[in-house]
C-alpha cells in the first residue's frame, strides 16, 4: 500500500479540485430537450435515426460540441430551418464531433439541430476471455443495450448536462422498449412496433433496452413497481419486491418522497454496466436477479441514486461523488437501520473496496476514472461513502444524518457541487471542515496507524500511560480514539492525531493491560490485517475475471503477509482447480484447513472441492468421506449443503478436456 498523500492544497499553493471548475472550457450550452428517433434491427446489429437538440448558447461560439460513437456515420446536421451544418470530428478522441455554421453561434440564443445517423453496434467478441464485458452501446440477435455512455446517438456533456427526453424506438414484432421515463404509445406499423417513452424529468443518462420481455406489476407498495423480465426468466420477484418497498419506504423517511410516481426495473444480460439507470429507472443484469440470495447491498445502492444522482445532480466531473459516494453511504444507512446485524460487515467491505485503488487517484478525480470501472468503483463510491461515515462521526451521526435529509431536500431537482455541500456543512456546524474535504477528498492516501507507549505505577496508587501515535502521512489530521483495556472496565479516550506522531499521557484508575487504536473503525485506515483483504479481494476480481495469473499473484500476496489466512489459500485452490491442476489445488486446500478457517464456510467448501478432485482420481471412498465431512459441518453459504449432498448421490465428473 503506497503512503503517498498529496497535500499542496492544504499549504494554500493551490485551489481543491472540488472548488474548482470542471477541466477544461466551460461549455458554450446548455441542452434542454433530446427527440430520439430510430429504428433497431437486432438480427443485423444496425440503428438508424435522427436526433433534434433542443439548446441554448450560453457562450458566442464558432462551432458546437458533441459525442457520437466512433462506429455510427453521421449522415448530416440540419436546424429547424432546413440550413444544412458542417462537421468534424476530433484527430485525437474520434467520438468529439463539432458543429460549424457559416454564421457565429450567439449567446442567448435557442437553437435546435437535427442530427442523421446509422451504422451497426455489434456485440465485441474476445476469443481469449470468456467473462462479461463491459458494454455501453451494443445489438445482438436477442436485443440491445444502448446506454447513453456508449454515445449510440449524437449527445452533449452526458451525464453533466441534464436534459429531458423524448425517445421513440422502431424494433421488429415481438420485441419491446424500456426506456426513461412513461410509455406514452405502442403503435403496429406492418411487421415493427413503434414504442415511444417520454420523461419531462431532467435526465443525466438515457439508457434504452430491447429485449422479448414479459411486463410484470406490483401496485400493492406506496410505489407503484413494474419489472420487465425476458421469456426466460422464472423466479418469484415477490421477495424482491418485497426489500424494494421497504429500500423505498426507508430513503423516503430519509430524504423524502420519490422523485418518480413509479419505478421500472429492466432485466439486462451479465455484462458489466458503466452505468445501471436514470430517473425512474433501474437496470438489474440477470445474475443478480437470479441471486440465490437477494443482493441488498448492491440493490440498496441502485435505488438510493433515484434520491442521489438523478434528482440531486453532480454538476461537476469532480463531483461524481456526490451521487455515488452518497448513494453507497445511504445503502449502509439502509443495513445500519434495516439489517443491523450484517452493518458492520457492510461497512467493512466498503472500507477493503475503498483501498484497493485509493492511492491511485483522489475521489475528486471523478468522472475520470470512467463511471462503472473498478477504479470508479473503489475511489469514488466506497471511499466516498467512507468520507460520510467519517465526517458523520465528527459531526455527531444522527444530527450527521439529518443534515444530510434536509441538504437532500434543500437541492432536489438541482445541480450542485462539492463547494456547495462543504458551506452547508459549515453553515450547520459552525465548524469549518474545509481541511476534512482537501485531505480526504482532494487527496490520496489513508493513514497506517501504531503505538509506542510506556505505563507507570503512581505513588497515589493509580497509573499513567505515556507514548506516541505515528503514522505515516506528514500533514494528517483527524481525531481518533483510543481504548486502554484495564483489569476493570475499559476505558475510551479521543486525542486530535496531528502530523507523523502525536504525544499523548492517559491517566487510568486501574492496571493497563493493552492499548487499541479506533475501536470502533470510525477512521480509513490500513494495517497489515486490511493489505491481506485488499490483496484477497484484488485476486477475485482477477478472477471472476478468469485473469489468473494476476489473481494467483495476489492470493499469493497475501499468504506472504499471513501464512495462516485461510481465505487466500482457499481462492489459489479454486484457481488451480479451475484450471485442472489438481495436484496444486489439493495441497491449497489443505494449507486452507491448516489455517485461521475463517470465515466458516471455507471448510465446508474445502470438503466439497476435495471431495471433487478425489472422484476425479476414482477415488470415490475417500470423496465420500470429504462430502459427508461437508455436510457434517451443517454450514450451508452459497447452497454447500446441496451441493455435497449432490455429490454423495453422484460422483462428480469434470468437464470434458480434449482428450476425452
Not at 456533456?157 to 415481438?174: E, F, N, S, W, Y
Not at 473498478?374 to 469514488?380: D, F, G, T
Not at 482537501?438 to 500511560?465: A, C, M, N
Not at 502525536?502 to 487499541?516: G, Q, S, V, Y
Amino acid at each position: 500500500m503506497k503512503n503517498l498523500f498529496l497535500t499542496v492544497s492544504l499549504l494554500g499553493l493551490i485551489t481543491p479540485a472540488w472548488a474548482q471548475q470542471a477541466s477544461g472550457a466551460s461549455p458554450v450550452l446548455d441542452v434542454q430537450h433530446y427527440e430520439i428517433s430510430a429504428e433497431v434491427v437486432p438480427d443485423k446489429s444496425f440503428v438508424k435515426g435522427e436526433v433534434k437538440i433542443r439548446f441554448v448558447l450560453l457562450e458566442d461560439s464558432v462551432s458546437l460540441p458533441f459525442e457520437l460513437n466512433t462506429r455510427l456515420s453521421l449522415l448530416g446536421v440540419r436546424d429547424e430551418e432546413d440550413v444544412s451544418y458542417s462537421t468534424s470530428f476530433d484527430n485525437f478522441e474520434s467520438s468529439r464531433l463539432r458543429v460549424r455554421g457559416s454564421e457565429t453561434f450567439r449567446k442567448g440564443t435557442e437553437k435546435t439541430l437535427t442530427f442523421r445517423f446509422e451504422g451497426t453496434l455489434e456485440k465485441e467478441t474476445y476469443a481469449f476471455l470468456d467473462t462479461p464485458q463491459a458494454e455501453s452501446a451494443v445489438i445482438y440477435p436477442e436485443g440491445a443495450i444502448l446506454l447513453s455512455e456508449g454515445n449510440w446517438f449524437p449527445s452533449h456533456r452526458l451525464p453533466l448536462d441534464a436534459a429531458t427526453a423524448t425517445v421513440k424506438i422502431t424494433v421488429p414484432l415481438g420485441f419491446s422498449v424500456v426506456a426513461p421515463g412513461e410509455m406514452r404509445s405502442i403503435e403496429t406499423l406492418g411487421i415493427s412496433e413503434v414504442f415511444t417513452w417520454e420523461s419531462g424529468q431532467l435526465l443525466t443518462r438515457i439508457p434504452v433496452v430491447v429485449a422479448r420481455f414479459f411486463r410484470q406489476k406490483f401496485e400493492d407498495s406506496s410505489i407503484p413497481l413494474t419489472f420487465y423480465v425476458t421469456e426466460a426468466f422464472d423466479r418469484d420477484l415477490r421477495p424482491f419486491v418485497d426489500e424494494v418497498t421497504q429500500m423505498l419506504e426507508f430513503f423516503q423517511s430519509e430524504y423524502g418522497p420519490l422523485p418518480k410516481e413509479a419505478l421500472n426495473f429492466v432485466q439486462v444480460p451479465n455484462v458489466r454496466l458503466p452505468s445501471t439507470g436514470c430517473a425512474g429507472l433501474i437496470l438489474l443484469e440477470s445474475s443478480l436477479l437470479q441471486s440465490p440470495a437477494i443482493p441488498i447491498m448492491e440493490l440498496a445502492r441502485r435505488v438510493a441514486r433515484q434520491w442521489w444522482g438523478y434528482s440531486l445532480r453532480p454538476g461537476r466531473s469532480s463531483d461524481a461523488w456526490l451521487q455515488d459516494g452518497f448513494a453507497t453511504y445511504a445503502a449502509l444507512r439502509y443495513f445500519e437501520v434495516k439489517h443491523s446485524d450484517r452493518f458492520s460487515t457492510e461497512l467493512a467491505r466498503e472500507a477493503v473496496s475503498a483501498l484497493k485503488y485509493e492511492s491511485n487517484a483522489p475521489v475528486s478525480k471523478g468522472l475520470e476514472l470512467q463511471s462503472g470501472s473498478a477504479q470508479y468503483q473503489s475511489i469514488v463510491a466506497s471511499k466516498g461513502a467512507w468520507i460520510l461515515y467519517m465526517l458523520g462521526q465528527l459531526v455527531g451521526r444522527e444530527q450527521f444524518d439529518g443534515m444530510l435529509g434536509d441538504w437532500y431536500r434543500q437541492k432536489a431537482q438541482q445541480t450542485v457541487n462539492t463547494s456547495e455541500f462543504v458551506a452547508f456543512i459549515q453553515e450547520r456546524t459552525g465548524e469549518d471542515y474545509r481541511w476534512f474535504f482537501v485531505q480526504w477528498v482532494d487527496s490520496v492516501g489513508v493513514p497506517e496507524f501504531r503505538i509506542d507507549y510506556t505505563i507507570y505505577k503512581l505513588r497515589d496508587g493509580g497509573f499513567k500511560i505515556r507514548g506516541q501515535i505515528k503514522q505515516n502521512i506528514e500533514l494528517f489530521r483527524m481525531p481518533l480514539e483510543v481504548r486502554i483495556e484495564t483489569k476493570g472496565q475499559p476505558e475510551d479516550k479521543e486525542l486530535n492525531v496531528r502530523g507523523k506522531s502525536t504525544a499523548f499521557t492517559f491517566p487510568t484508575e486501574t492496571m493497563p493491560l493493552r492499548m487499541e487504536l479506533d475501536p470502533n473503525g470510525k477512521v480509513l485506515s490500513d494495517s497489515p490485517r486490511m493489505r491481506i483483504a485488499v490483496h484477497v479481494a484484488l485476486g477475485e476480481e482477477y478472477q471472476a475475471l478468469k485473469e489468473f495469473l494476476p489473481a494467483i499473484r495476489e492470493f499469493e500476496k497475501a499468504t506472504q503477509l499471513n501464512p495462516r489466512t485461510s481465505i487466500a489459500h482457499y481462492r489459489l485452490g479454486e484457481v488451480f482447480f479451475e484450471q485442472r491442476n489438481l495436484s496444486t489445488a489439493a495441497n491449497s486446500f489443505r494449507d486452507a484447513l491448516n489455517g485461521d478457517r475463517k470465515p466458516d464456510w471455507v471448510e465446508t467448501w474445502i470438503h466439497i472441492y476435495l471431495g471433487k478432485i478425489y472422484d476425479v482420481l476414482g477415488q470415490r471412498q475417500r470423496a465420500l468421506a470429504e462430502y459427508q465431512k461437508a455436510v457434517n459441518t451443517k454450514v450451508d453459504y452459497n447452497s454447500a449443503q446441496a451441493e455435497a449432498q449432490k455429490y454423495l448421490k453422484e460422483t462428480y465428473s469434470s468437464p470434458q478436456s480434449v482428450i476425452g
